[in-house]
């Protein structure tokens, strides 16, 4: 599949009407088109399951390079997968995207892809732990959000509560940070955690909730007793 069959069929599934609302909601600059999301995961489903993974990476970046919104989403889908083999390139291409981040929906997608890739080769952790020192604030934030499996464990290996701690140490350094969406990834993280560890949840929250954003407290805290 060329770059160009998959923009048309991108544009075949465009809901007239739907991308000027797309693009405010979003906060979009960059073209939207107006896509559906079922429409955007029936697309690239059916692409995952006819292209090599060499094949969907290049499809991948070649999408993300044209910068429109919904086939920046639609590269993120086509590499969320739990078994790509090998899955080096698409690693090295979903770190590559991340600089480019700039609004949470193309981020979370991304990060999304992301987390299979952890789970796959957790020592990639390393690498995300160097985004936790970045100048921007979106690279910051999906350092967060792309550990967000270990947060969902009933039966964590301790290797697993060692990778828990970890990230929970890194949220701890953005405490003082007053972006929203920062707060917002610290209780994110935070209230997932609670379903299944509600102990570090809570331990967490006593030693920094006086210097979160009330709001984050608050969404932290929603599954606590």
């Given at each position: 599949m060329t770059l160009d069959d998959a923009l048309a069929?991108?544009?075949?599934?465009?809901?007239?009407?739907?991308?000027?609302?797309?693009?405010k909601y979003h906060k979009q600059t960059r073209e939207v088109l107006g896509i559906p999301n079922p429409a955007l995961n029936d697309l690239t489903k059916d692409w995952r399951q006819s292209l090599t993974v060499e094949e969907r990476v290049l499809l991948a970046d070649a999408l993300w390079q044209t910068d429109i919104f919904e086939a920046r989403i639609a590269a993120a889908k086509l590499l969320t997968q739990a078994r790509i083999r090998p899955d080096t390139a698409a690693w090295d291409l979903i770190v590559s995207w991340v600089p480019d981040f700039d609004s949470w929906a193309i981020a979370d997608h991304v990060c999304m892809a992301g987390q299979k890739r952890l789970l796959a080769d957790p020592s990639r952790l390393d690498t995300v732990e160097t985004w936790t020192n970045s100048a921007d604030m979106w690279t910051r934030r999906a350092a967060l959000v792309i550990t967000l499996p270990w947060t969902k464990q009933n039966n964590p290996k301790p290797a697993d509560l060692v990778i828990r701690d970890r990230v929970l140490g890194w949220a701890a350094s953005y405490i003082d940070d007053p972006e929203w969406f920062i707060q917002k990834a610290i209780a994110w993280w935070l209230r997932d955690l609670s379903k299944h560890d509600p102990a570090r949840s809570r331990a967490f929250l006593d030693a920094y909730q006086n210097r979160m954003k009330p709001f984050a407290v608050k969404e932290a805290s929603k599954y606590l007793a």
């Amino acid at each position: 599949m060329t770059l160009d069959d998959a923009l048309a069929a991108l544009r075949a599934r465009i809901e007239p009407g739907r991308a000027e609302g797309q693009a405010k909601y979003h906060k979009q600059t960059r073209e939207v088109l107006g896509i559906p999301n079922p429409a955007l995961n029936d697309l690239t489903k059916d692409w995952r399951q006819s292209l090599t993974v060499e094949e969907r990476v290049l499809l991948a970046d070649a999408l993300w390079q044209t910068d429109i919104f919904e086939a920046r989403i639609a590269a993120a889908k086509l590499l969320t997968q739990a078994r790509i083999r090998p899955d080096t390139a698409a690693w090295d291409l979903i770190v590559s995207w991340v600089p480019d981040f700039d609004s949470w929906a193309i981020a979370d997608h991304v990060c999304m892809a992301g987390q299979k890739r952890l789970l796959a080769d957790p020592s990639r952790l390393d690498t995300v732990e160097t985004w936790t020192n970045s100048a921007d604030m979106w690279t910051r934030r999906a350092a967060l959000v792309i550990t967000l499996p270990w947060t969902k464990q009933n039966n964590p290996k301790p290797a697993d509560l060692v990778i828990r701690d970890r990230v929970l140490g890194w949220a701890a350094s953005y405490i003082d940070d007053p972006e929203w969406f920062i707060q917002k990834a610290i209780a994110w993280w935070l209230r997932d955690l609670s379903k299944h560890d509600p102990a570090r949840s809570r331990a967490f929250l006593d030693a920094y909730q006086n210097r979160m954003k009330p709001f984050a407290v608050k969404e932290a805290s929603k599954y606590l007793a």
